[in-house]
T-cell receptor, first 116, second 112 residues
Framework: DVKVTQSSRYLVKRTGEKVFLECVQD?????MFWYRQDPGLGLRLIYF???????EKGDIPEGYSVSREKKERFSLILESASTNQTSMYLC???????????????FGAGSRLTVL | GDSVTQMEGPVTLSEEAFLTINCTYT??????LFWYVQYPGEGLQLLLK?????DKGSNKGFEATYRKETTSFHLEKGSVQVSDSAVYFC???????????FGQGTRLTINP
């Protein structure tokens, strides 16, 4: 069964701390994504990556960076956490262009981050 | 830019009721359309999809028809169950793009 695993389900951090959220997929997918989920706002794309060491900004990249050193791993980094980054963070992956699965995202269970 | 608008929630129904969750979109070209579902404590999972006008996606008793003339993709189910309680997200993918654009989500609660 295909799987996207997010390393932490719940984190509590203090303002100004550096935060790493890790995501690993075992499906050999080319594309990986980081979304944040907030009530009433749905999912908003932070960053995505379509290949190792490649990244593109999504709709709300400010205050975030990402790293993709290996195909299976995509990390989200909050350089200096702020209270407005308290949210649920969802990682997803998908096949590259072409094929039935190219349109379909597989999501992890989410990481709920609280910044105090 | 591309956008998806869903009906306001939360929606509360009794078991065996008929369900409709409205979804309309704004996009250039001919996007693919999706419904994802998020059960409590879990990530999102694909419920159904449609890739061209007049296509009907279906799964687990849910259906949605891609209506280009009304730019809509409404989710329907004839008889809901308690186990359908979840948050439902409508989404689109513009041709050639890799990312999905999501609506705000609709929380559905089914009472026995």
């Amino acid at each position: 069964d295909v799987k996207v695993t997010q390393s932490s389900r719940y984190l509590v951090k203090r303002t100004g701390e550096k935060v790493f959220l890790e995501c690993v997929q075992d499906m050999d997918h080319e594309n990986m994504f980081w979304y944040r989920q907030d009530p009433g706002l749905g999912l908003r794309l932070i960053y995505f990556s379509y290949d190792v060491k490649m990244k593109e900004k999504g709709d709300i990249p400010e205050g975030y960076s990402v790293s993709r050193e290996k195909k299976e791993r995509f990390s989200l980094i909050l350089e200096s956490a702020s209270t407005n980054q308290t949210s649920m963070y969802l990682c997803a992956s998908s096949l590259g262009t072409g094929g039935y699965g190219a349109n379909v995202l597989t999501f992890g269970a989410g990481s709920r981050l609280t910044v105090l | 830019g591309d956008s998806v608008t869903q009906m306001e929630g939360p929606v509360t129904l009794s078991e065996e009721a008929f369900l409709t969750i409205n979804c309309t979109y704004t996009a250039t070209g001919y996007p693919s359309l999706f419904w994802y579902v998020q059960y409590p404590g879990e990530g999102l999972q694909l419920l159904l999809k449609a890739t061209k006008a007049d296509d009907k996606g279906s799964n687990k008793g849910f259906e949605a028809t891609y209506r280009k003339e009304t730019t809509s993709f409404h989710l329907e189910k004839g008889s809901v169950q308690v186990s359908d309680s979840a948050v439902y997200f409508c989404a689109l993918r513009r041709g050639g793009a890799q990312k999905l654009v999501f609506g705000q989500g609709t929380r559905l609660t089914i009472n026995p």
